[in-house]
C-alpha cells in the first residue's frame, strides 16, 4: 500500500537486504524503498512497460517508418550540417539501402569515431526525413567483429521512475534474476518461493512463479507481444492472481480478526409505551415517506448487525438517490437509543453539511441532540463541540475527517457511519475503527457508497465487509431523459435551459476536465461561463469551479440550491450526493471524454424532484466506438449496476472501478479492471489455500503487502 509506505522509513535491516546488489548504496536503497522495493526479490515484481526485438539485423531495404528495429551498416559519409540547428549526420549503407543516423546533441569524439569505412550496429525507431530514411538519436555502438553477439531475447522497458534509471533498474533486476533463477531451482532459500500448488496451476494452465518472472523479464525472441502488451499473457495472469489473491487473503484475515473483537451489543431497553425509547422507530414515524423494500431490508440487518456483540463492517451500496441516508440516521439513533454515541462522516465540508441539516430537521422533533466538527470550525465554537463530544452531551456527532482527529474525544463510540466510502481505502477503514476503541472494544462500522460495485469484485475486493444493496429507488422518481447532441447544436440546449429556468427550475453545465490541466480545466468553465452569461441575459448564471476556497464554492452550491443561482456553470467538483432537488438539467460538455462512472455520477445530480429531469450530453465528433457506445449505454439504461458492469466490459476511461473511484489499493503488477476475470476464481483460490496450505496464506501476503504497510493490524 503505497501511500503507507511513502510514510514509512525504511527498515535497516530491510535496506541491508538490497545494498547486497551490487551498485546499490543507502541513497539507492532509500529510493527503491519509495517505489515499494526492500527487499531483492522485490525488484522482480517491476514488471517491463514494453519490450523491444534486438534480436535480429533488419535490412534497411525492409525498414518502414515507425519501425525500431536494429540495422548494421557501414558508414559512408559523416558530417555536420547547419540546416536551422547544428546537426551530425551520418550516412551508413548495409548493401540493400542507405540510411541517415541524426543527431542534434554530439561531442567532437562522437563525431570523430563515426568515421567513413567503420561499421555500426544501431536501434532506434525509422522515420521518413527529408533525405530518404533516418533515425534520430540512435543508440549505437561501433562494431568491429560481424559475429558480435546480439541480444538472445527481447529487451524489457521499464517505467521511467523517479532518480533510477533505465539501465540501472535493468542492471539491478538481472543481478536478481540470475541470482534467483539461474539455475533450474523451483524454490530457493532466498524466501522466492511458489507458494501456488502445482495441481492448481496445472488446473488453470498457468506457469510457475519462476517461469512467469523469467519469462516476463526475459521473454523469447517469438514471445507474442500483443498479448503482453494487454497484459493477458498468462505469465502476467499469474502474477496478477497472485498479487489480487494475497489481498483477498489480507482482507479475510482482518474480517477473521475483526470477529474476534468485541462491540457493545445495541439492545434497546423496553419501555411501556411502543415506541418510547425506541428513536428508530420515532424516526420512522415521523417520516413524511415510508421506507422502500431495500431500505427496511438493509435496516433489518443493521440493526440484527448493531444486537451482536462483536463489530458489523458493513458496506451499504446504493445508487445515488436511492437514500442511504435516512438508513444511517436510523442505524444512528438505534446507537443513541441504547446509550452510545454514533459519528457520521462525509468526505466534504458540502456532504457533511448536506448531512447535518438533514438529521437536524430530523433529530429536533425526538430531543436527540447533534454536534457538528469540521476543519473550518475554529476556537470557542471548535472547544465547544469537543466538549459536548467528552462529556456525552452530544449523541450524535457530523462532520468530516476532523471528526477523528486525536484532539476529539469520544464519551461513548459505539457506531461510525462513513458516507461515500469510494474514497477511503482499507487503510483508512481501518484507522477509524481505532477511534473509539478501548481494549478488544470497537465500534460499529457502516460504510456507505454510490458506486455500483459488481458482485465479484465486492466479494473479492471487500472481502472484509458484509455488503447490502438498495437497488430499489423511492417511489415516484421519474426516469432521467438522457440525450446526445452533437456541440453544434450547443445554441438549442441554451434555448431550452433558458426556458426551464423561466419556469423555476435550475440547470447545471458541467465542463470536465480536460488533459489533467486544472488551468486547462478551469479556463474551459471560466469561457462557458463567459459565453451562457451572455446567451442567458436576465437569468443568474454561477460559476464553480475546483480552484475555489471551500467556502467559496460552499456559498455557491448554496446559492444555487435557494435559486439565487439559476445556472451553475461547474468543473467536475460538484461534489457527489449533493441534493438540490429543483434541479432539473444536466448538461454535460465533451461527454465524449468521460467515462460512464463519472456520467452516471454527474446525471445523478438531476432528477431528485417531482419535475421531470433531462441529461444533455454535449459530445464533439467523431466519436470513437467506444465513446459511441457509453453515450449510448448512457441513453438507455439508468441503472447504476448496469452501467458499471458495462464500465467492466469496455473498460473504457472512466473506469468505474478504478482506484480513485472505489478507493481500491494500489497494485504491483494486477489490474482490477483488466483482471476482473480472475476474481470469481480468487475466492475459490484462496479458500482451497486456508484449507489446505496455511504456510502458502502467509507466504503470499508477506510477498505482496507484508513490507509495505501493515494490513491486518487491527
Ligand atoms: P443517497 O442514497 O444518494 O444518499 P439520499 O439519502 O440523499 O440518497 O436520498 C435522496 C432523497 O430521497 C432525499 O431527499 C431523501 O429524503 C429521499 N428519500 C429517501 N428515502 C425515501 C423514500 N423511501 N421515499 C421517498 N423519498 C425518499
Ligand atoms: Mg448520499
Known amino acids: 500500500m503505497t501511500q503507507a509506505a511513502h510514510k514509512k522509513p525504511l527498515p535497516v535491516s530491510k535496506q541491508a537486504a538490497l545494498t547486497r546488489l551490487r551498485g546499490v548504496g543507502p541513497a539507492l536503497a532509500e529510493k527503491l524503498g519509495r517505489l515499494n522495493v526492500y527487499k531483492p526479490e522485490d525488484l522482480l515484481f517491476i514488471l517491463p512497460l514494453r519490450y523491444e526485438d534486438r534480436t535480429h539485423i533488419t ?209 434497546i431497553p423496553k419501555s411501556n409505551n411502543n415506541s418510547g425509547n425506541n428513536l428508530t422507530k420515532q424516526l420512522l414515524n415521523n417520516l413524511t415517506f415510508t ?105 450524535i456527532i457530523v462532520g468530516t475527517h476532523a471528526v477523528f482527529q486525536a484532539a476529539v474525544e469520544y ?20 484507522s477509524l475503527m481505532e477511534k473509539g476503541a478501548s481494549g478488544v472494544h470497537r465500534p460499529h462500522q457502516l460504510v456507505m457508497t454510490a458506486t455500483p460495485i459488481p458482485r465479484t469484485l465486492a466479494m473479492t475486493m471487500y472481502a472484509d465487509l458484509d455488503v447490502s ?41 458541467v465542463c470536465p476536465l480536460i488533459g489533467e490541466s486544472e488551468v486547462l480545466d478551469f479556463q474551459d468553465a471560466e469561457s462557458t461561463f463567459t459565453m451562457l452569461t451572455e446567451a442567458l441575459k436576465g437569468i443568474r448564471v454561477g460559476l464553480i469551479h475546483g480552484r475555489m476556497r471551500t467556502d467559496e464554492k460552499e456559498q455557491l452550491m448554496k446559492a444555487f440550491s435557494a435559486g439565487d443561482i439559476q445556472v451553475l456553470v461547474a468543473t467536475t467538483v460538484i461534489e457527489v450526493g449533493v441534493d438540490v432537488p429543483e434541479a432539473t438539467l444536466m448538461i454535460i460538455e465533451n461527454s465524449e471524454r468521460m467515462g460512464l462512472a463519472q456520467l452516471h455520477q454527474l446525471r445523478g445530480r438531476v432528477g431528485r424532484g417531482a419535475e421531470k429531469s433531462t441529461c444533455v450530453l454535449l459530445y464533439r465528433g467523431p466519436l470513437s466506438n467506444d465513446a459511441t457506445e457509453r453515450l449510448g449505454v448512457m441513453r438507455e439504461t439508468g441503472d447504476g449496476f448496469v452501467i458499471a458492469q458495462k464500465d467492466l466490459e469496455l473498460r473504457g476511461p472512466g473506469e468505474v472501478l478504478g482506484k480513485r473511484q472505489t478507493g481500491l489499493m494500489q497494485m504491483r503488477v494486477a489490474d482490477l479492471i483488466r483482471d476482473a476475470g480472475l476474481l470469481p476464481h480468487i475466492q475459490d483460490v484462496a479458500q482451497q489455500l486456508l484449507r489446505d496450505h496455511p504456510d502458502a496464506v502467509t507466504g503470499i501476503m508477506h510477498r505482496w503487502i507484508g513490507t509495505a504497510g501493515e494490513y491486518g493490524n487491527v
Not at 84 to 101: E, H, P, Q, V, Y
Not at 222 to 242: F, I, V, Y
Not at 329 to 342: E, F, K, M, R
Open 59 to 267: 535490412p534497411i531495404g525492409a525498414l518502414r517508418p515507425g519501425d525500431r528495429a536494429v540495422i548494421e551498416a557501414e558508414i559512408e559519409l559523416t558530417e555536420v550540417a547547419y540546416r536551422g540547428r547544428r546537426t551530425l549526420m551520418c550516412r551508413i549503407f548495409d548493401g540493400s539501402a542507405a540510411l541517415t543516423l541524426r543527431f542534434f546533441y554530439f561531442s567532437r569524439a562522437q563525431q570523430q569515431g563515426l568515421a567513413r569505412g567503420k561499421r555500426v550496429r544501431c536501434y532506434g525507431e525509422v522515420r521518413k526525413g527529408s533525405a530518404g530514411l533516418e533515425i534520430v538519436h540512435p543508440e549505437y555502438r561501433l562494431i568491429t567483429d560481424a559475429s558480435a553477439p546480439l541480444a538472445d531475447h527481447l529487451t524489457p522497458i521499464y517505467p521511467s521512475t523517479e532518480g533510477v534509471q533505465q539501465g540501472r533498474l535493468r542492471n539491478l533486476i538481472n543481478q536478481v534474476l540470475d541470482e534467483q533463477l539461474g539455475s533450474n531451482k523451483t524454490s530457493t532459500a532466498n524466501g522466492f518461493t511458489d507458494w501456488l500448488p502445482a495441481s492448481l496451476l496445472q488446473d488453470q494452465n498457468l506457469p510457475t512463479l519462476q517461469e512467469a518472472v523469467r519469462y516476463l523479464h526475459r521473454p523469447p525472441a517469438n514471445a507474442k507481444l500483443a498479448e503482453l502488451s494487454a497484459g493477458r499473457h498468462p505469465a502476467q495472469q499469474r502474477l496478477a492472481m497472485e498479487e489480487i489473491l494475497a489481498h483477498h487473503l489480507s482482507l479475510r484475515q482482518i474480517r477473521q480478526r475483526a470477529e474476534r473483537l468485541k462491540a457493545g451489543a445495541m439492545l
Open 469 to 509: 444493496v438498495i437497488r430499489e429507488m423511492p417511489p415516484g422518481r421519474q426516469a432521467i431523459q438522457t440525450v446526445a447532441l452533437p456541440d453544434t447544436r450547443r445554441g438549442d440546449v441554451v434555448t431550452r435551459v433558458r426556458a426551464a429556468c423561466t419556469q423555476g427550475q435550475r440547470a447545471y453545465w
Open 411 to 430: 464519551q461513548q463510540l459505539g457506531l461510525v457511519i462513513v458516507d461515500e466510502q469510494h474514497r477511503f481505502g482499507v487503510h483508512q477503514r481501518l
Open 291 to 395: 421506507l422502500t423494500g431495500d431500505q427496511h431490508k438493509a435496516l433489518e440487518v443493521i440493526l440484527a448487525d448493531l444486537a451482536k456483540a462483536h463489530p458489523m463492517m458493513r458496506l451499504l451500496q446504493g445508487d445515488v438517490g436511492c437514500g442511504k441516508t435516512v438508513v444511517a440516521a436510523a442505524a444512528a439513533l438505534h446507537a443513541v437509543s441504547a446509550g452510545y454515541q454514533a459519528v457520521i462522516m462525509a468526505p466534504t465540508e458540502l456532504l457533511a453539511e448536506q448531512h447535518r441539516d438533514n438529521l437536524q430537521n430530523w433529530l429536533k422533533p425526538l430531543g436527540v441532540e447533534l454536534a457538528w466538527l469540521s476543519g473550518t470550525l475554529k476556537g470557542k465554537q471548535r472547544n465547544q463541540a469537543y466538549a459536548a463530544i467528552a462529556s456525552g452531551e452530544a449523541q
